[in-house]
């Protein structure tokens, strides 16, 4: 799965289904997307604002690998300010100081975003094996590959015997190319269900930081755990 900005619950989910997590981070960058933005709640109006960092360097079509980041701290601190919405919920403490240590000086975003998701991981005690797609020297070209093909490839290539991907992956990815492989292929199901935001109506799909806030880490890692795996 691709390096997301403190992600939402189900990517979590995702994690905490797989005995190993391979970050995709050798891949095109894309502006106005999940990689370098989020969103968090302005519980006083429900409405939802994005929270992003500062990058300095993105080429044109660049690589999400040489996506670098600003290094004056200046979207460190507005974030820290951003948060302040949740003031009121008694698990703002504890969760505004895991932020603060995972606001680390990270030159790359692919860095900042895998570190972060890690470390949010270790925090609620999901245990998965962690690696990243530029660690391995793959004999494939996404070049000679189809849309969906290089999860497959992936695993298959580390050993896999279940390969599970997100729901919207069962537009693209299909079942005769893992059989011929002898893999077993799922569709993650999670469940998102409203939870206590202090706010006049949910908003569904925020970052994983709201759901920590208004949570907890005991019931937010319950949450993450509320899901089902499709086998096809």
Known sequence: MQPYFFPYLGYFSLIHSSDKFVFFDDVQFRKKSWMSRNRLLDISKSTP???????????YQCNMLDVELNQNERWQ?????????????PNYSEIR????????????????NINSTIKICEYLGI????????????????????????????????????????T??????????????????????SKLEPYNQNSK???????????????GKEK????IKNYEIKWV
């Open 168 to 189: 919207g992956g069962e537009e693209f990815i299909f079942k005769d190319k893992f059989s011929e492989l002898d893999m077993e292929l799922g569709f993650i199901q």
């Open 127 to 166: 245990d998965s094996e962690f690696s990243r797609f530029s660690d391995y020297d793959f004999t494939f070209s996404f070049d000679e590959l189809g849309k969906g093909d290089w999860g497959r490839e992936t695993a298959h290539a580390i050993g896999g015997t279940h390969y599970i991907n997100a």
């Open 77 to 89: 601190s507005k974030l820290l300010s951003q948060i302040e919405f949740y003031k009121s919920f």
């Open 220 to 223: 937010t890692l319950e949450m």
């Open 49 to 59: 604002f994005y929270i992003r960092p500062e990058i300095s360097l993105a080429p």
């Open 97 to 112: 100081e895991l932020v603060t240590d995972i606001l680390d000086n990270s030159k790359y975003l692919a860095d900042f």
């Open 201 to 215: 109506e949910f908003v569904i799909g925020l970052s994983i930081l709201d759901v920590l806030f208004c949570n």
